[in-house]
Nanobody
Framework: QVQLVESGGGLVQSGGSLSLSCAAS????????MAWFRQAPGKGREFVSG????????SYSDSVKGRFTISRDNAKNTVYLQMNSLKPEDTAVYYC???????????????????WGQGTQVTVSS
């Protein structure tokens, strides 16, 4: 069974930090780009950050660039998102997603990702 499981969400004050993890299982994810998306209440799901299969290239949305860092450990089949200088507008459910095997480049289109985690809540208080 192909599965992504996120962890690390929680409640933090504005300016604080959180680290999210996404553990993958069920197939070889090193040949897949991985990404983090988020969905705030009443809003659509949006791309936050992505990383290529090798980990050699990363992408960020303008709203998180310079504050968030994505990384991956293919030996552990895990992707991470380090979030610093958090703002109340970062409050959302954060989802990990994987592209199909062989699709190693990062894209921002939701439909291009075939496996999704259940999401983890991040709440930033002002």
């Amino acid at each position: 069974q192909v599965q992504l499981v996120e962890s690390g969400g929680g409640l933090v004050q504005s300016g604080g930090s959180l680290s999210l993890s996404c553990a993958a299982s069920g197939r070889t994810f090193r040949w897949s780009a991985m990404a983090w998306f988020r969905q705030a209440p009443g809003k659509g799901r949006e791309f936050v950050s992505g990383i290529t299969g090798s980990g050699g290239s990363t992408s960020y949305s303008d709203s998180v660039k310079g504050r968030f860092t994505i990384s991956r450990d293919n030996a552990k089949n895990t992707v991470y998102l380090q979030m610093n200088s958090l703002k109340p507008e970062d409050t959302a459910v954060y989802y990990c997603a994987a592209r199909p095997v062989g699709y190693s480049s990062v894209v921002v289109t939701i439909a291009e990702y075939d496996v999704w985690g259940q999401g983890t809540q991040v709440t930033v208080s002002s």
